[in-house]
């Protein structure tokens, strides 16, 4: 199978899990069991990891803070950052973490019920941490757009009904 | 105030007068009073320009740009479109003098009949077509000459229907590949028969190539490529289909200087020039949008692909269409013709189609379904329309009564 039919039935998941492997397949002009095999193998490769839907929470349920976690690592010999972020991804507190270049080495989102408890995980569990050199924290104020989607906005068809 | 019809006739254009209105305004003020419909009945794009596009714009306003450009419209745009032409389709153009900026390529459609017919001059109008070419014959004083293509022929212009209708009359071919409403496209070697066909019995063709870039199967050929046909042909343009601009109302004309020339003083004189900011948006277009210009169309090709399958999964035949954004899906199946198809959809169904016979009487029999739309969308309606055409099937009656 052509990596251009993975990619875009991995476009056609990435902007709507929910779409059935039979649209799939008619939208791309293959087999219904070709784009099942597909899809398991790409499942089995852990490349489609999960199907989540994506949830605008502050509609929701204001309560949730998230913060940004700017961290700075002293490496590790023969390990780099590795273990340093797997110490740091494995509190249940971490939405996510990324290795990166520029001014500090990993970044950081942290989930909490409250500012306060927010600044103490990092306080307590992350500044502590053997290697971790500082940190500075920056809380989400709003979220605008959140993975290439804008979140208030409702698209609105402006067209007319009809037209030649 | 109240009007004396039959006086004020009096002060009108007998020949405007007795055009017939769209077949489409017709539907549309139906569709119009109706709510909650799911409309697949729009010719344009479901996306909105570009912003990269947008912002060009934003910055041409800033920059003040406000002002009248020359009436041919920007040397920079010209040139931008003389080197997409030749790189993309292997025709090449003076971008000093045969290359004409209008308002949008329905514009240059009445600039080609105007510049080039005389009273009594007869133009073939392959149906079934876009709205505009017959009415626009008859403004400027020729005689349309409908020439009919079928579905057997997967809606291809053939040299026998030509033929049939050519007299010594005959000034021009029109021709639009892809085409608006049957998604029908011409490849090379069937074009040639048509530029043979011109050749023998001196013609210009107007090749409205609007949809070129929405062409999802091998590559568009545009007609003024064929051996000889780049001096018979006027080839028309423009931004609306390939970059979602309808409304910037762009378009373009290319055609021998003389030709050009012509149309350009009428273009002067009636329209000056086109807007200013709109040239400038599209300059960013030719030069930097054609990832999201590939983008959209992967797009569409994924719809078409659905939209096909279902109608010949729910039993109405439906050729496959090569290009733009429409399926013509036959409903003759139903029993209905395609007036009482649509009206009854949108009725009993809330989905609105337009009846084929809008694009001219060889329509008779299909719909026009537009997939400029999402899939969920299409999606809804389609699922909509699979119970409608069931419901016909088993002659049970509307649930409405």
Redesign the interface.
Known sequence: MSTDIKK?VLD?LQD?CR?SVD?IA????QNPDTIQTLIDELEQERIIVKYPAMINWDRFDDDLVTAMIDVKVLPQRNVGFDQVAERIYNFPEVRSVALMSGGYDLSVIIEGKSMKEVALFVAQKLAVLEHVQSTATHFVLKRYKHDGVILDKQEE?H?????? | MSTDTNSMSRHLNPVICSLPP?G?RR??DL??TTKG?I?L????P?FVTPWHIREACFDALERGFTMYTSNLGLLELRQEIAKFLDNAYDVTYNPQDEILITVGASEAVDLVMRATLQPGDEVLIPEPC???YAPTVIMAGGVAVPVPTYVEDEFRLTVQALERAVTPRTKLVVLCYPN?PTGAIMNREQMAAIATFAQQHDLLVLSDEIYADLTYEGTHESFASLPGMLERTILLGGFSKSYAMTGWRIGYACGHKEIVAQMTKIHQYTMLCAPIMGQMAAVEALRNGQSEKERMV?EYD??R??VV??FNRMGLYCFEPRGAFYAFPQITSTGLSSEEFCARLLAEEKV?V?PGNAFGQSGEGFIRVSYAYS??NL?AALDKIEIFVQRCATGSPSPKG
Do not use: H
């Open positions: 875009k056609i709507d779409v649209q008619l939208m791309l002009g068809d067209r007319l009904v009809v037209s030649p | 769209s489409i539907f549309f569709v119009a419909v409309s009945g729009v010719g344009e479901d876009y709205v505009s608006n992967e994924q719809r692909r659905y399958a279902r609105a337009v899939m969920t999606t």
